[in-house]
């Protein structure tokens, strides 16, 4: 699957406790969209025994913790590979590439926060990343 973003960002939501990187393909009209987030608090136990320990992965609705087995990024896309478990939950195919058509700040902005949601939580989880 290969879509092009036209709206992608970052944000620290100190209020609600998470870190969010997200991307749609339209700006005003969203079509596909998938938001990457995590908390910035330390899981407690309750959530390590849901699995929520870890990132989520948010699309369509549906959510599923963790899931990302590799995201690669060079200058003009990024791809993603899901697990098949997480790719049948979201409803996507085990592959996603996406290319970015949005403000180079916004795109530079979530580059730069995305490895931080991934490379937290549950090791297991955490996907291999290149180029970033």
Do not use: K, N
């Not at 087995?69 to 996406?98: N, P």
């Amino acid at each position: 699957m290969e879509i092009v973003a036209q709206s992608v960002g970052f944000e620290v939501d100190e209020e609600d406790e998470v870190r969010e990187a997200g991307f749609s393909e339209g700006a005003d009209e969203p079509g596909f969209t998938l938001l990457i987030q995590r908390s910035d608090y330390e899981p407690d136990e309750q959530d390590i025994s849901l699995g929520f320990d870890t990132y989520c992965l948010v699309s369509g609705g549906r959510s599923h913790y963790g899931g990302l087995r590799r995201v690669e990024r060079d200058a003009e896309m990024i791809r993603f590979l899901f697990s098949s478990q997480a790719a049948a939950v979201l409803g996507i195919s085990e592959s996603l590439t996406v290319r970015f058509e949005a403000p180079t700040q916004s795109v530079e902005a979530y580059s730069s926060g995305l490895p931080g949601i991934l490379d937290w939580g549950r090791e297991t989880e955490r996907p291999i990343l290149v180029g970033f």
